[in-house]
């Protein structure tokens, strides 16, 4: 997928994540999620700018998004501390989970082209694809992205209609 592809598939994977934070804290935070998990979905295909790794490789599995969770979570955790040891645990996991979800919702989208994606390399060498379109059609990059846009205004408007 390219870029609005990637950005409608990070906001349909958050949606229910902002859904959840909408309720329990404010729109402005949900809010700030979505805007921050979609800044984030390109990540993975970094490996494009960084010499001697391969595209769709290492980049592209359940490693690397356990990696960039481990290192959001610590972030988050880091800046919870301030206030007591339950809010960096509570900072932390959401930090953990936004890293995460942000990379597996990009290994999502990958796998709907030919090309597909082996989330499990180099323990196992399995390809997943849906081989529904190729990651250059603009129909489908923009059909998701518009899917993620109304994915999570449902989920932020809904979220805050239960707080009240």
Sequence with gaps: MYRNGHVGASLAVYA???FVL???TSL???AAGAVGIASTAMVPDLDTRVPLVKHRG???TVWFALLVGAVFGVV???LGLGSGVAAALLFGGAGFLFGAVTIVSHLLADALTPMGIRPYAP???TEYTLDLFTAA???AN????GLGGVAVTVALVAGTAVAL
């Design 16 to 18: 229910p994540f902002g």
């Design 22 to 24: 909408t309720a329990l």
């Design 28 to 30: 402005e935070l949900g």
């Design 58 to 60: 290492i980049t592209h």
């Design 76 to 78: 988050g955790a880091g």
């Design 123 to 125: 323990v196992r060498d």
């Design 137 to 139: 059609n603009p129909v």
């Design 142 to 145: 923009y059909a998701l992205l």
